[in-house]
T-cell receptor, first 116, second 109 residues
Framework: DAGVIQSPRHEVTEMGQEVTLRCKPISGHNSLFWYRQTMMRGLELLIYFNNNVPIDDSGMPEDRFSAKMPNASFSTLKIQPSEPRDSAVYFC??????????????FGDGTRLSIL | DQQVKQNSPSLSVQEGRISILNCDYTNSMFDYFLWYKKYPAEGPTFLISISSIKDKNEDGRFTVFLNKSAKHLSLHIVPSQPGDSAVYFCGGSGSRLTFGEGTQLTVNP
């Protein structure tokens, strides 16, 4: 089975540009998570969807960040306008659980984002 | 507010010896604790979990211990192998899943 697929793997863009990160979760998984990894804060949860509905977006840093899940097989994380401090690795994960639990989340390989 | 803390950014051990990775938390409402392992250029992968009502869970070479009174958990790897070299994240799961900063484990041959 295919795992969680993220694109692009790397993105380098200039400050002020719009950035769109994409994720295809594992088929049959009904929860999807977006994380950001930085050296200082480790893995931070940005937003959590269940059955395509945003359940918890309290980790989204500010209004420049937005996420959508138009259907069960696709999600986007958008940053507009981007800033150098947004540079990080962004991960998407999916799971079968309908809430936070001990059910493992399956992570994609991440998008390394660099904002110049 | 960093609810999960991994105070050691790195740990180096010899092959065959025990690796002990530590994690402290502040949120008493966590139901489960989980450990994930991450290799470079890959996403984290689930390793082992423990319920908050347990104090130990074992899976092969990996054992997680939970001390609720101290709000501390640890991951023991015995014996350590070079392939265990990775970043290890601990996380607490309750109303949301919160991870620590990660610990880079290096197992030397």
């Amino acid at each position: 089975d295919a795992g969680v697929i993220q694109s692009p793997r790397h993105e380098v863009t200039e400050m002020g540009q719009e950035v769109t990160l994409r994720c295809k979760p594992i088929s049959g998984h009904n929860s999807l998570f977006w994380y950001r990894q930085t050296m200082m804060r480790g893995l931070e949860l940005l937003i959590y969807f269940n059955n395509n509905v945003p359940i918890d977006d309290s980790g989204m840093p500010e209004d420049r960040f937005s996420a959508k899940m138009p259907n069960a097989s696709f999600s986007t994380l958008k940053i507009q306008p981007s800033e150098p401090r947004d540079s990080a690795v962004y991960f998407c994960a999916s799971s079968k659980s309908d809430r936070y639990s001990n059910q493992p989340q399956h992570f994609g390989d991440g998008t390394r984002l660099s904002i110049l | 507010d960093q609810q999960v803390k991994q105070n050691s950014p790195s740990l180096s051990v010899q092959e065959g010896r025990i690796s002990i990775l530590n994690c402290d938390y502040t949120n008493s409402m966590f139901d489960y604790f989980l450990w994930y392992k991450k290799y470079p250029a890959e996403g984290p992968t689930f390793l082992i979990s423990i319920s908050s009502i347990k104090d130990k869970n074992e899976d092969g070479r990996f054992t997680v211990f939970l001390n609720k009174s101290a709000k501390h958990l640890s991951l023991h790897i015995v014996p350590s192998q070079p392939g265990d070299s990775a970043v290890y994240f601990c996380g607490g799961s309750g109303s949301r899943l919160t991870f620590g900063e990660g610990t880079q484990l290096t197992v030397n041959p």
